[in-house]
Structure formats: C-alpha cells, structure tokens
C-alpha cells in the first residue's frame, strides 16, 4: 500500500483528491499548510504608530486561513485519515516579501507560483520524508503521463478551463516521479458531484480568487502594510516621454491595464511599461501594448534533450491561450522568446510557460518584453527563489 502526503486546503478539489485517493487503497496522510496569512494582525513597521488591525471578511475564500483549516480537518475525519497543520508563517513571510518587492521594483509578481515552486511542494515531500510517504499529492488540475522516460511528464489537466499546469511548471523535474495529481483527470463539475456523493460538506464551497496574503484585493494596501509608507507617485508619460499627468503610485498598476488610470483620452490607453526608477507609468495603444518578444530566465525544464532553438507554445499568464513561438537559449537559464504573432500584455515579473501540445516542457520569468530594448536585473531575494526543489 502506497503512502502519500496529501495537501489538504480545505477547498472542494484537495478534498475530493482524497476521496480519489482512498478509493485507490492508498494509505493518505492529510496535511494543512497554515501560512498565517490571512489571520488577524497588527502591522509596526517601527515608523510612527502600528496600523490598524485588519481582519479578512467572512465571506471571502482562501486557501489557509482558520476556517479553511477546519474544513480540511472535518473532511479528514470523515475519510478517517491521518491530518496534521503545521505552521508555516515563518516560511510563508518569504512569499510576502517577494510579492512586495517586486511590485515597488515595478514588475507583476505571481505569487502563487512562486508559493508552489518552492513552499507547496518543497515543504510538503519534505514532511513526506519524515513520514516515510512514497509520494506526494495535491488538488492541482493537472496530469503525469509516463511518455518512457526516467521521469513522467508534466501535462494539461482534462477540464481546460481549470488547467492549473501553468502554475507548476517551476517544481523540480526530479520530483515528478513522486507527486500524483488525483483530480487531473476529471472536470469541476464532476469533482464537485463526486465531494457530494461522499457527503462532503465542501461538495459547493466557492473557489478561491484572490491571494491569500490580499483577501481584499487592495494590493497597495497590503504593501504599506508590510513595508510602511513609501513614495510612488509620479508622471504618466507616452511611449516618447511626453508628459500625460500624474499618478498616486506606480503600485496601482500593472502591464495591460486599461481601467482606473484615473485620467481619460480620446481613445483606450494601456499601461505597456512601469519604471520604478523614475516613478513613471508609460501609456500607450493597444498596438503599443503588443510584443514580438520577451526575454525570460531562471528557467526550469521540465523535459531533457530539447531542440535549440525549439519550435513550442508560450503561455505568458494564467488566463493566456499559448502562443507559437520560437525558444533561443542564452545561456543555461535564460532564453528569448520570439512569437509568429505579437503579444499583448507581456509583463516583466510573470511567469512564461512552453508547451509542446499539452506538455509542459518548461517554464521561466519574464525578465522583459523584446520591444523594451533591456532586460530586468534579478534583485537577490528572486535569487534565493531560483534554488530548485530537493530532489527525492
């Protein structure tokens, strides 16, 4: 019988990735990450006086806060397996600081794959080894398909519109071997009927959308909370410079962003570059926003003996249908990306994933778009996220 370490957030996918397990005769062990992130507290960054407590709403959905915790316990209980929290505060406060460094540097951080990259499945084979586990698991929407290598592949998940392999694409290729993903090959509709039929109460509880660490979704908020007052206003300005007004902080803003500039012209404007140096947030067309290239680094490959250069897709976000494109290696970590079509929306600080059809063959940060003519240093916190996860 197989052990496996099985992540427990107490969301709907986690939960049924559970009942997925047992039904396999798998001895599971449940194990909650507190991050701390979305508890009460109390901010003194030893500036002038502490900020006011702020406390998350009720109704807003994370993925390790109390109440998430005790969902994953009851589900635990009622699948009568194993289940430990352990605190990750400490651990997590790295997350915390990566995010708000980057936005003061004037990049788009992603959060959440950094959190997967090096706290969600660094941490959890880490505590699997403790146990004496053979693997690890997770809610991931996302598939392992032995392809007759040392290691499996890394895929897209069945349902399409909850893909999560974007987001995994960092994790250490020596660690495929050991993490199952149970809900890959099911659709959210048939994973929530599933948690219904096992009399989970989580069978209808809504996904998380925000970040944790930002239940409100004031990421500027956030920021002065965790660093304390800083001065981030400055001008907008067009692609030549030319003065357009003037802004409250370049934290508000992010590469693409149409909405709440806070100043109005005759036609759509785009946030198409954010420089921190200078305070000013560059404004631009819709043809303006567009990129034919990016540069990306720190990459991690998820399969062995590529082409070069390689004809793949590029994913530059989340919700981003993969683009043709061209893959040149620099150097062993970094590679310029060179797409059949221009881009919009291609942000320094967001990951860049390749696909070759539902494979992920690897993936990156964006250092910069092509058309910036420069690329971005890496500051020496994102240095200490580029360490690769253990290997087993």
Known sequence: MSRIVLAMSGGVDSSAAAVLLKEQGCDVIGLFMRSGATDDYACHTGIGPALPIVTAKANKQGCCSASDAADARRVADLLDIPFHSLNFENAFGRIKDYFADEYLAGRTPNPCVMCNNWLKFGKLWDFARQVGADAIATGHYARLRDIGEDQPALVRGLDPGKDQSYVLAGISRDLLGRIQFPVGNYTKPEIRELAARAGLRVATKPDSQEICF??????????????????????????????????????????????????????????????????????????????????????????????????????????????????????????RVTFDERQSGVAPGQAVVFYAHDRVLGGGWIAASGDAGRSLAVTPREEAFAEKTESP
């Not at 001008?235 to 007004?245: C, I, K, N, S, T």
């Not at 590529?306 to 893959?327: D, F, N």
Request: charged share 30%.
């Open 214 to 335: 930002v239940p409100d979704n004031d990421y500027a908020g956030f920021l002065r909370r965790h660093r304390g007052e800083f001065e981030t206003a400055g001008e907008f300005v067009d692609p030549a410079g030319r003065v357009l007004g003037r802004h409250a902080g370049y934290e508000h803003f992010t590469i693409g962003q149409r909405r709440g500039l806070g100043i109005t012209f005759g036609e759509p404007r785009f946030v198409i570059r954010i420089d921190a140096e200078s305070k000013r947030v560059v404004l631009g067309t819709k043809e303006d926003l567009a990129c034919e290239s990016l540069v990306a680094d720190r990459v991690n490959w998820l399969a062995p003996d590529l082409p070069e250069p390689m004809r793949c897709l590029a994913q530059i976000r989340y919700q981003h249908t993969a683009a043709p494109c061209t893959v040149t290696r620099e150097d062993a970590e970094r590679v």
